[in-house]
């Protein structure tokens, strides 16, 4: 909701925290609902922001956060260059 996190970006950048900009408007807790997690060739936009060599391979999670009640309030799409990151996987 916009309108509800006018400033989000702001806040994001003062604190470099998703869950300290979170509580600036009123959000103690979140549950991460689900993480997508694939992997792509490196298109334009990949290689010139990460800068990468055509060819790259970039590992891209699409993620959604939700209020404890199940309400989404965050989708996050990150790229990070496969021969760069080692990413560890574990349940609770």
């Known amino acids: 909701d916009a ?27 979140y549950l991460r609902q689900s ?7 490196a298109d334009a936009a990949d290689l010139a922001d990460l800068n990468l060599q055509p060819g790259a391979i970039v590992l891209v999670t699409v993620a959604v956060n ?18 760069r990151v080692e990413l560890k996987l574990s349940a609770l």
Request: charged share 20%; aromatic share 10%; no cysteine.
């Open 3 to 29: 309108a509800r996190f006018a400033g989000i970006d702001a806040a994001m950048a003062e604190t470099g925290s998703v869950t300290a900009s979170f509580q600036r408007f009123g959000i103690g807790d």
């Open 35 to 41: 993480t997508v997690l694939s992997a792509r060739h």
């Open 66 to 83: 939700v209020m404890p009640d199940g309400q989404p309030i965050q989708f996050a799409e990150t790229r990070f260059p496969a021969e």
